[in-house]
């Protein structure tokens, strides 16, 4: 009994060291609090599939702050992707448990539980490549960043380094390449058509796929409206259902006349969509200081590669 009891420890001994290789410095997650990060792992992993592919790897992003940034892509993407992020420190283990539940039926992983500080945390930290132990450094790195920056500098973060297509990162690159503006002129649309993309934006395209990008669209709307976010007008109790596209692995260049094509005007949403005058949300705004907003970087921090293998 002792034998197999110390084997036992030694096991857990042994994957607690495994994973804990796999996770960034402490130190890395507490500098990104006044530092820009450089690049993050996940376009890391972009530009090598892009290499792999035989293409030259693209980057387009440009960092703007949050008070840069639209209301209405900060309510979408509350909305649609964390309606708790002002109320969990980084997890959500009630979406959690559903989800692992989903994989149980689907004998596979499927995308969804994970908040905004897990997905800021997979693409500083990580690759979208899926693993038990992916998940686990995941969640750490989340509670690290919960406890080492305030929830306006991890938004911030969060929609400045997001994919949104082949080679594009962060709201003012999208904002510009899909609706030729910058991320704070776009209207509650145009908010709610980039915040679709988030769970697979290399296929859920404006031009690739405008039918499931406009199903998309109209769901955030949806959700913002529920939100308080949007004046809900002549809509059912019941909300579109979700496009079954899940959190993608392999990167799938843009068309090519796209790139050197100009903007199209965006998918239009039904005409009993409009902004409320004075919303009051049920998710809260989040109202940081101007110190939070406006945070100096004059070197961009880049975290080290991580390994991420998958258990």
Same mark, same amino acid.
């Given at each position: 009994?002792?034998?197999?009891?110390?084997?036992?420890?030694?096991?857990?001994?042994?994957?607690?060291?495994?994973?804990?290789?796999?996770?960034?410095?402490?130190?890395?997650?507490?500098?990104?609090?006044?530092?820009?990060?450089?690049?993050?792992?996940?376009?890391?992993?972009?530009?090598?599939?892009?290499?792999? &592919?035989?293409?030259?790897?693209?980057?387009?992003?440009?960092?703007?702050?949050?008070?840069?940034?639209?209301?209405?892509?900060?309510?979408?993407?509350? *909305?649609?992707?964390?309606?708790?992020?002002? /109320?969990?420190?980084?997890?959500?283990?009630? &979406?959690?448990?559903?989800?692992?539940?989903?994989?149980?039926?689907?004998?596979?992983?499927?995308?969804? /539980?994970?908040?905004?500080?897990?997905?800021?945390?997979?693409?500083?930290?990580?690759?979208?490549?899926?693993?038990?132990?992916?998940?686990?450094?995941?969640?750490?790195?989340?509670?690290?960043?919960? *406890?080492?920056?305030?929830?306006?500098?991890?938004?911030?973060?969060?929609?400045?380094?997001?994919?949104? /297509?082949?080679?594009?990162?962060?709201?003012?690159?999208?904002?510009?390449?899909?609706? /030729?503006?910058? *991320?704070?002129?776009?209207?509650?649309?145009?908010?709610?058509?980039?915040?679709?993309?988030?769970?697979?934006?290399?296929?859920?395209?404006?031009?690739?796929?405008? &039918?499931?990008?406009?199903?998309?669209?109209?769901?955030?709307?949806?959700?913002?409206?529920?939100?308080?976010?949007?004046?809900?007008?002549?809509?059912?109790?019941?909300?579109?259902?979700?496009?079954?596209?899940?959190?993608?692995?392999?990167?799938?260049?843009?068309?090519?006349?796209?790139?050197?094509?100009?903007?199209?005007? @965006?998918?239009?949403? @039904? @005409?009993?969509?409009?902004?409320?005058?004075?919303?009051?949300?049920?998710?809260?705004?989040?109202?940081?200081?101007?110190?939070?907003?406006?945070?100096?970087?004059?070197?961009?921090?880049?975290?080290?590669?991580? @390994?991420?293998?998958?258990?």
């Amino acid at each position: 009994m002792r034998r197999f009891l110390l084997l036992g420890l030694g096991v857990v001994a042994a994957v607690s060291v495994y994973l804990a290789l796999g996770l960034p410095s402490r130190g890395a997650v507490r500098a990104l609090a006044e530092t820009r990060p450089g690049k993050t792992s996940v376009m890391r992993q972009r530009e090598r599939e892009a290499e792999r &592919a035989g293409r030259r790897p693209r980057t387009q992003q440009t960092w703007v702050p949050l008070s840069r940034i639209s209301r209405h892509l900060v309510h979408a993407v509350l *909305a649609s992707e964390d309606q708790k992020f002002f /109320g969990h420190e980084g997890v959500d283990w009630e &979406a959690i448990q559903e989800s692992l539940e989903e994989d149980r039926r689907r004998w596979r992983f499927a995308r969804g /539980g994970s908040t905004i500080t897990q997905q800021l945390a997979k693409n500083l930290f990580f690759t979208t490549h899926k693993s038990l132990a992916r998940k686990v450094r995941e969640l750490v790195a989340a509670r690290w960043l919960e *406890a080492d920056l305030g929830k306006a500098r991890i938004l911030e973060l969060y929609l400045n380094v997001i994919e949104w /297509g082949d080679g594009i990162y962060g709201a003012e690159a999208a904002a510009r390449r899909y609706f /030729g503006k910058s *991320a704070a002129g776009l209207s509650a649309d145009e908010a709610a058509g980039l915040a679709g993309m988030i769970p697979n934006p290399r296929r859920r395209h404006p031009k690739r796929n405008p &039918a499931s990008f406009a199903r998309a669209q109209k769901r955030v709307l949806w959700l913002m409206a529920s939100a308080g976010y949007l004046e809900r007008s002549g809509l059912g109790a019941t909300p579109p259902p979700p496009e079954p596209v899940e959190e993608d692995d392999v990167a799938e260049p843009e068309p090519a006349e796209d790139a050197a094509a100009p903007s199209e005007p @965006p998918v239009e949403a @039904p @005409p009993e969509w409009r902004e409320s005058p004075s919303p009051e949300p049920s998710v809260p705004s989040p109202e940081p200081s101007p110190a939070e907003l406006e945070t100096p970087s004059p070197e961009p921090y880049e975290p080290s590669p991580q @390994p991420s293998p998958s258990v």
